[in-house]
């Protein structure tokens, strides 16, 4: 019979992911999260069903914040993690300025990273923004992502870290030397990541995992003799107990 002290590590933190068609899309990313997840015994408490709102065509707008923080509110007992994508069809589809337009998606996430700051129980995972392998806005692209990273790094959210970015599109979609971009991770209509484009989008998801603290999450953080006690009765009953 499994401990209580099993039972408490294995699920105890709700996935709630919010984006465009770049997470939903054919449920791809989805797919590989668990896939990923699946070896990893250290990170079993993010492996359960993963709830919000992902549809193809949605903005960074107001709609997209208010769905975002009602998941919160609603959620707000419960340890979850909030993993965002959106932004890319801002930039495809406006008929504003284009910068005019990036600078509206900034004080959306700056209005959810405010939000998420103050939450008790939540962190929040932000994917960098995805162009698509015809757009030739890639300089706003650029700009609208290093100041991403910029609001999301953990590094500059140390008490808490309930702050932390994916920079997907940096790490895997540069131009190449001939001045082709990335088509050999997009569906044959240059928008959507194929299975390789969505695999490693997952990978890098999982990948921050282990970064996000218990006490992201409300936990208090573990002394040095309360680990080494929990790291004994995972051995005496050959648990898999998360320690971080």
């Known amino acids: 019979q499994?401990?209580?002290?099993?039972?408490?590590?294995?699920?105890?933190?709700?996935n709630?992911?919010?984006?465009?068609?770049?997470?939903?899309?054919?449920?791809?990313?989805?797919k590989y999260f668990y896939r990923h997840l699946q070896n990893r015994s250290d990170l079993s408490?993010?492996?359960?069903?993963?709830?919000?709102?992902?549809?193809?065509?949605?903005w960074m707008d107001d709609d997209f914040v208010r769905d975002v923080i009602r998941g919160s509110r609603q959620n707000e007992d419960k340890p979850a993690l909030f993993v965002i994508q959106a932004g890319s069809n801002n930039?495809?589809?406006?008929?504003?300025?284009?910068?005019?337009?990036?600078?509206?998606i900034i004080e959306r996430y700056e209005e959810l990273r405010r939000f998420f700051l103050k939450q008790e129980k939540h962190a929040l995972l932000v994917s960098s923004v995805i162009p698509d392998?015809?757009?030739?806005?890639?300089?706003?692209y650029d700009a609208l992502n290093l100041q991403l990273k910029k609001l999301f790094n953990h590094a500059e959210d140390d008490h808490n870290r309930k702050l932390h970015f994916v920079d997907f599109t940096e790490k895997y979609l540069t131009e190449q030397e001939d001045g082709t971009r990335w088509s050999q991770m997009f569906f044959a209509d240059e928008v959507h990541?194929?299975?390789?484009?969505?695999?490693?989008?997952?990978?890098?998801?999982v990948g921050k995992l282990p970064s996000i603290a218990l006490k992201?999450?409300?936990?208090?953080?573990?002394?040095?003799?309360?680990?080494?006690?929990?790291?004994a009765q995972s051995r005496a009953g050959n648990h898999s107990v998360d320690l971080r």
């Open 16 to 30: 709630l992911w919010f984006s465009d068609s770049h997470l939903e899309g054919y449920h791809l990313v989805p």
């Open 216 to 231: 992201a999450y409300g936990e208090t953080a573990l002394t040095r003799a309360e680990r080494a006690e929990r790291a």
């Open 45 to 58: 408490r993010h492996n359960g069903p993963i709830f919000g709102k992902m549809e193809g065509g949605r």
């Open 91 to 104: 930039l495809r589809k406006t008929k504003k300025d284009v910068e005019e337009e990036r600078k509206e």
């Open 193 to 205: 990541l194929n299975e390789g484009g969505a695999e490693l989008l997952a990978k890098e998801i």
């Open 2 to 14: 499994e401990s209580d002290l099993f039972q408490m590590a294995r699920f105890v933190v709700k």
């Open 133 to 140: 392998n015809k757009a030739n806005l890639k300089e706003h």
